[in-house]
């Protein structure tokens, strides 16, 4: 299948995810996550209307957004969407627009001081709250039963959102691999629930729910997210990762 044919399935199953809850489609911002794929590939997506791309590793983001510039006739926003390493923090800013992956007071604090004067730079906070191991971001799996846990949490938040040079815009989370995508469900309604209870607490408007990927974007669409990141949905399986290959 084709870009152009992957994309309108994509966008008319937001549309129907949209009408199974009466949201407006133009709440939900899809994010092709073009890891793995080549510039060309993103140049497509770009000429089939995508202005949104994610990106997990900032050698092959600075190649490629490098490459795509240089052709792209308008200006592409590019989301940081992997876990960021502290020495190539001062990369970060430079190359994205969005940086979804803060997880982490410590690496806010390093990208806050790596932000050029007058420029501002759009972050959000990954959370866990599924449990798993593997994922990245801020623990809070239990934060409904064990207040303990909510509260500081919420601290974290808010020293985040106290740098001057980040504007803290919401929550993304991964849920868990599940035979049964319903099994999402709980995972994304837990993360909307954690991102009302902390504007409660904090006063902060939190706008964004950065949750939903190729295998489960429907159903976070129905639990409230404002951003879906999908990748292989649009571009195919993905391709197998040479960290030198030069056309990445
Ligand atoms: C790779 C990736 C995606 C996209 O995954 P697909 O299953 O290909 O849609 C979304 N979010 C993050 C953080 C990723 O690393």
């Known amino acids: 299948m084709s870009i152009a044919e992957n994309l309108s399935i994509v966008r008319a199953q937001i549309g129907k995810a949209c009408a199974n809850v009466n949201r407006d489609p133009g709440s939900v911002t899809l994010i092709a996550v073009s890891k793995t794929h080549t510039p060309s590939s993103v140049l497509e997506a770009a000429s089939l209307g995508m202005q949104h791309f994610g990106e997990n590793r900032v050698e092959e983001a600075q190649r ?3 490459a795509v510039k240089a052709q792209s006739p308008s200006p592409l926003i590019w989301h940081m969407i992997g876990h960021i390493q502290s020495r190539k923090v001062r990369d970060i800013a430079p190359l994205f627009d969005v940086v979804q992956s803060v997880d982490s007071v410590r690496l806010a604090g390093k990208l806050a001081t790596s932000v050029p004067a007058l420029r501002k730079l759009k972050i959000l906070i990954e959370v866990n709250v599924s449990g798993e191991e593997s994922k990245q971001g801020f623990s809070c799996v239990r934060w409904q039963e064990d207040k303990a846990t909510f509260d500081i949490f919420a601290q974290s938040v808010h020293e985040v959102a106290s740098f001057e040079s980040l504007q803290l815009a919401g929550l993304m989370t991964m849920a868990p ?3 049964d995508i319903e099994q999402t469900r709980p995972v994304f309604a837990r993360l909307r629930l954690l991102r009302d209870a902390l504007q409660q607490r904090l006063g902060l408007p939190l706008p964004e729910l950065s949750m939903g990927m190729t295998d489960d974007y429907p159903v976070a669409i129905e639990e409230g997210a404002t951003i879906v990141r ?4 649009i571009f195919g399986e993905r391709q197998i ?6 056309n990445l």
């Open 64 to 66: 490629k957004i490098t």
């Open 177 to 179: 691999i599940v035979e």
């Open 230 to 233: 999908i990748g292989r949905a």
């Open 241 to 246: 990762i040479q960290t030198n290959d030069p």
